[in-house]
């Protein structure tokens, strides 16, 4: 089944204490992507990318890192977290211009 | 990417038609109609795309107006299971950033 799987799906944790979102796709695709969402903000990109070695940032790149080593991998990498990233995060997929399939969904609570 | 409008709610009961509206006025000639649908907090789910043809699939059907300035996305048969916020995003491919604003919220009922 294709699918985008996304870990942890729920972390609470604190102010400085690094911590990664992985996301692993099994489509194949070239290009991933993460977003946030907030109420009344809606998704905004954090980052994105093409394909393996190549990332660059989106709307909202402060405070997060990314990687992407591998073509089915893309990690969000927070190094020193903090409250204002109190956040439900998605990562996505896709290739050409098929439609971009989404995980369930990180809920990351940082006190 | 050019930018949508949408209802903010619509209502429908039990079985009808949804019919959810979209205006994308300044859409390019590349750009493609997408539509996503979120139910709850879980992750986005891709429903149909369309880039001047009208579409057709197992969840729903997309009008596009001919001068492609608007579109339409129908649910045939509404079901409780359809309540949820429904996006209409413009985009030229997959590989491009997701503008999604505020979306329709919408509500089926028994």
């Known amino acids: 089944e294709a699918q985008v799987t996304q870990n942890p799906r729920y972390l609470i944790t604190v102010t400085g204490k690094k911590l990664t979102v992985t996301c692993s796709q099994n489509m194949n695709h070239e290009y991933m992507s993460w977003y946030r969402q907030d109420p009344g903000l809606g998704l905004r990109q954090i980052y994105y990318s093409m394909n393996v070695e190549v990332t660059d940032k989106g709307d909202v790149p402060e405070g997060y890192k990314v990687s992407r080593k591998e073509k089915r991998n893309f990690p969000l990498i927070l190094e020193s977290p903090s409250p204002n990233q109190t956040s439900l995060y998605f990562c996505?997929?896709?290739?050409?211009?098929?439609?971009?399939?989404f995980g369930d969904g990180t809920r990351l609570s940082i006190l | 990417d050019a930018k949508t409008t949408q209802p903010t709610s619509m209502d429908c009961a039990e079985g009808r038609a949804a019919n959810l509206p979209c205006n994308h006025s300044t859409i390019s000639g590349n750009e493609y109609v997408y539509w996503y649908r979120q139910i709850h907090s879980q992750g986005p789910q891709y429903i149909i795309h369309?880039?001047?043809n009208n579409e057709t699939n197992e969840m729903a059907s997309l009008i596009i107006t001919e001068d492609r300035k608007s579109s339409t996305l129908i649910l045939p048969h509404a079901t409780l299971r359809d309540t949820a916020v429904y996006y209409c995003?413009?985009?030229?491919?997959?590989?491009?950033?997701?503008?999604f604003g505020k979306g329709t919220m919408l509500l089926v009922s028994p």
């Open positions: 996505a997929s896709s290739t050409g211009n098929q439609p971009q399939h």
């Open positions: 369309g880039l001047k």
């Open positions: 995003i413009v985009s030229v491919s997959g590989y491009s950033t997701l503008t």
